[in-house]
């Protein structure tokens, strides 16, 4: 079992910036893709940002450009998001894949973006 606790969400204006965390605990040495997704208001959750154990990363087309995805180590992943738009409000939610094809979830992190 993998636990995964968000932290850095908040409210800011648009073409502000936001930071946010993941801590990973548990089996941490299973994972082998760490990443972020976002769930707006009334709509599904889509996949922000994920990063291979190797360092490659996948990111959105909305995003790229302005959201940055970095990991320190094998428990922490950072998404550092500049020029944050209205459209980027929702929670976010990180996630850790494992080679025995568990996928775990964060809590959620809510991040409004005001006009």
């Known amino acids: 079992q993998v636990q995964l606790v968000e932290s850095g969400g908040g409210l800011v204006q648009a073409g502000g910036s936001l930071r946010l965390s993941c801590v990973a605990s548990?089996?941490?040495?299973?994972?082998?893709?760490m990443g972020w997704y976002r769930q707006p208001p009334g709509k599904q959750r889509e996949l922000v940002v994920a990063?291979?154990?190797?360092?490659?990363t996948n990111y959105a087309e909305s995003v790229k450009g302005r959201f940055t995805i970095s990991r320190d180590n094998a428990k922490t992943v950072y998404l550092q998001m500049n020029s944050l738009k209205p459209e980027d409000t929702a929670v976010y939610y990180c996630?850790?894949?494992?080679?025995?094809?568990?996928?775990?979830w964060g809590q959620g992190t809510q991040v409004t973006v005001s006009s």
């Open positions: 548990g089996n941490i040495f299973r994972i082998n893709v």
């Open positions: 996630n850790a894949k494992d080679w025995a094809q568990g996928n775990y």
């Open positions: 990063i291979t154990t190797s360092g490659s």
